[in-house]
């Protein structure tokens, strides 16, 4: 099973929101870990792969944003997809989707993020209650 956390930001602003998830694929990049940021909405995904072009000026994160298992590259450090990918090595991944992945077991490790918005601060707690009822106990962290 997973290690899940959840990462609760104090800001109910969507850029602190995008620029969390961008530190937490960086960090983990950094750590040499496939990264996967999973979402089934763009405006989510549009930003943050706009903000991992853009960061900071004298470091790149290679990352792909991709519509099919074709497009992944086992190398690929950092994929951005609106679906569930077959073929990533399931090292991290980041969820910012709604739902949690019908896949979700295979991760070594789970970070949902969430801000503080009512939408997102529900959908999270249903995730939260999800995980329990699979044996998980998920850790919370308050940024």
Not at 98 to 120: G, H, K, L, S, W
């Amino acid at each position: 099973m997973p290690n899940v956390s959840f990462y609760i930001l104090s800001s109910d602003q969507f850029k602190d929101y995008v620029k969390v998830i961008t530190k937490l694929a960086v960090k983990a990049f950094e750590a040499e870990h496939q990264v996967l940021i999973y979402s089934q909405d763009a405006e989510i995904l549009k930003p943050v792969d706009d903000h991992l072009w853009s960061f900071d000026s004298e470091r790149f994160v290679p990352h792909v944003w991709v519509s099919s298992d074709d497009e992944i590259d086992e190398s690929d450090p950092v994929i951005l997809a609106s679906f569930e990918p077959a073929y990533v090595r399931k090292d991290l991944l980041i969820q910012v989707a709604d739902q949690v992945p019908d896949n979700f077991a295979q991760y070594q490790r789970i970070i949902e993020v969430m801000y503080q918005t009512p939408e997102c601060l529900a959908k999270g707690r249903e995730r939260f209650r999800f995980y329990r009822s699979q044996g998980i106990e998920p850790t919370t962290i308050k940024l």
